[in-house]
Nanobody
């Protein structure tokens, strides 16, 4: 059974940093594609950063040059380093996994964590 558990969310001031973690279990972490997604109140879920085919990654334009996705396969952990946070980054952040690499197409992912809240104040 695939399980994903996020952590690392919290409240920070604008310009601050956070690092989110997502620990996976119940699947071969190294063979799955993973991504980070977020959903703010009253808004649709959107892709933030994710694996693409051929070991590349993709980012939403709104987070490029501020966020970085990485993974430690030995620890079965996906990370999202978020720098220079802005109030508009406030949302629940989710990690997702799938056998196929869907990039930021969130509706394609079959496995999701429970989410972690990120709040950025001015």
């Amino acid at each position: 059974q695939v399980q994903l558990v996020e952590s690392g969310g919290g409240s920070v001031e604008s310009g601050g940093s956070l690092r989110l973690s997502c620990v996976g279990s119940g699947f071969n972490f190294g063979l799955y594609c993973l991504g980070w997604f977020r959903q703010a109140p009253g808004k649709e879920r959107e892709g933030v950063a994710a694996d693409r085919s051929w070991a590349t990654t993709t980012y939403a334009d709104s987070v490029k040059d501020r966020f970085k996705i990485s993974k430690d396969t030995a620890k079965a952990t996906l990370y999202l380093q978020m720098n220079n946070l802005k109030p508009e980054d406030s949302a629940i952040y989710y990690c997702a996994a799938d056998k196929y690499c869907w990039g930021l197409a969130d509706h394609r992912y079959n496995h999701w964590g429970q989410g972690t809240q990120v709040t950025v104040s001015t």
